[in-house]
Nanobody, 124 residues
Framework: QVQLVESGGGLVQAGGSLRLSCAASGRTFSSSAMGWFRQAPGKEREFVATINWSGDITYYADSVKGRFTISRDNAKNTVYLQMNSLKPEDTAVYYC?????????????????WGQGTQVTVSS
């Protein structure tokens, strides 16, 4: 079984930055695409960003494009989400997940393993 553990969340003022990490166990990390989703209270889980297995192709939701950067270090079995210029509307629980081969990158059903999430709170 693949396990994913997020860390790095916290409280930050608007305009600030945070870096989230997702540590993976198992032998499949280096060959799997990964993604980040987020969910605010009372709202549906939404796509944030995804990265392919080798780290050379990325895709972002319009709401975070230009502010967030997804990256990975396969030697460390870790995927990152660098979040800059944070806004109060970025407040949510952030989840990392492993994407199934051939699945739609923005669809939650395309991901088979999920972490427990880490809280990000942006104050105004």
């Amino acid at each position: 079984q693949v396990q994913l553990v997020e860390s790095g969340g916290g409280l930050v003022q608007a305009g600030g930055s945070l870096r989230l990490s997702c540590a993976a166990s198992g032998r499949t990390f280096s060959s799997s695409a990964m993604g980040w989703f987020r969910q605010a209270p009372g709202k549906e889980r939404e796509f944030v960003a995804t990265i392919n297995w080798s780290g050379d192709i990325t895709y972002y939701a319009d709401s975070v494009k230009g502010r967030f950067t997804i990256s990975r270090d396969n030697a460390k079995n870790t995927v990152y989400l660098q979040m800059n210029s944070l806004k109060p509307e970025d407040t949510a629980v952030y989840y990392c997940a492993r994407r199934l081969s051939g699945g739609g990158a923005t669809l939650a059903r395309s991901y088979d393993y999920w972490g427990q999430g880490t809280q990000v709170t942006v104050s105004s």
